[in-house]
């Protein structure tokens, strides 16, 4: 189980009930493949209930929770129904099996409980099946992530193809736990699940991020940001140390002229590579604040790696500091390199506008990084 301050996930301790068999404690309350007799059922209520009241019960909301909807939940969990042969002790190969429907969820919150209803619109079956949950989500801050699963009967639970959580196998409500370190990006999840013998059920995904307490794995607490043509990319500029896999250029120049505020030009190269890259470039602008003001992005058709590949992107900022981080990342390989540029937007002053091939000349690094920002001095 696990506490309020996200102490330890254990193992679900085992006491006698009233009837002199054994049961899994777990919130809400004691779980028994059968029931209790119909007479020890109100001195169960008075004794054991206040016993278990401590322990944190998963929040349920809307009802009885349930193992998903058919309705189609975008960017959540997709749960594949799969029938299984009577008296199986452990989860399927899902490979050869074929699926009976598709359920969808946001969430795995599913504490022990009768089930009779089976899936509407998939099957109604209510014992000897099986569902297998794929997704992604997404992390912002990197860490080590502990994940804990409780069900009846077993479940495994998978990150980006490792197994984080066995669990599997014929048993009343059992809590196994596990830990995996995640980077800055998206990754992928599975969570499989099988019910055998009716009718007790459960099944409970949790997670406790690094320094944070223990709560509902949610889809919804871990969305990626809003364009996937972005995500490599934005992975690529939170690696540490920053990817430089291949040749990739990034610079700003700059100057002013009588008629605005200051003006620049954003330039992002892609040399031509003696291997075969099909990179997609991304610049994020972000002020002082680090909010993102503008995006720029390039993802040109695939063309001879020979040919050089060219963002440029003319700028007009309002007075202030910027910073300019740019991405380029190969569409095949997976490979990608990064470049980030800070610079300062002055306030505006008159002076002479010179041509951009002017500014070329006249540009000047103002750090050791030939990637960084490329600055003009003008007449003054």
Known sequence: MF????????APALVPDLAG????????????????????????????????????????????????????????????????????????????LKSMGSIYATELNLPPRDFTEGFPGVTNRDEWFA????????????????FSLSSDDGSKLY?????????????????ERGEVRLSFGSHRIRVSYF?????????????????????????????????????????????LPPPHEFEFHAAVLHFRNRASNWQGVLVLEVPAQTKSVHPSLLALLKDASGQVVDRYRLSPPKEDPVRPITLTQPLRLAAGQYTVEA?????????????????DSPQPRHGIGLSSVTLARLAEPVSDSADDLLVTRVGR
């Open 195 to 239: 019910q055998g013998p009716r009718y007790r059920i459960s099944l409970m995904l949790s997670v406790s991020p690094p320094g944070r307490a223990w709560r509902v794995f949610s889809i919804n607490e871990f969305k990626p940001p809003p364009d996937p043509e972005d995500w490599d990319a934005i992975a690529a500029l939170n690696t």
């Open 21 to 96: 068999q054994s049961c899994a404690t777990y919130p809400p309350g004691p779980v028994c493949k059968r029931y209790m007799p119909r007479r020890v059922v109100a001195i169960y209520f008075l004794l054991v209930l206040p016993c278990c009241a401590q322990e944190p019960t998963p929040p349920v909301k809307n009802g009885l929770p349930t193992f998903g909807t058919t309705v189609v939940v975008p960017g959540g969990l997709r749960g594949e129904v799969y029938k299984i042969p009577p008296k199986s002790l452990k989860l399927p190969n899902f490979k050869k």
């Open 327 to 343: 991405a380029a990342v190969d569409r095949e390989g997976k490979v990608a390199s990064t470049s980030v540029i800070r610079m």
């Open 159 to 175: 990150i980006d193809d490792l197994l984080v959580i066995q669990n599997d196998g014929i048993h009343a409500t059992r809590t």
């Open 131 to 146: 569902i297998d949950y794929t997704g992604k989500f997404w992390i912002n801050n990197p860490g080590n992530y502990q």
């Open 3 to 10: 506490s309020d301050n996200g102490a330890s996930v254990l």
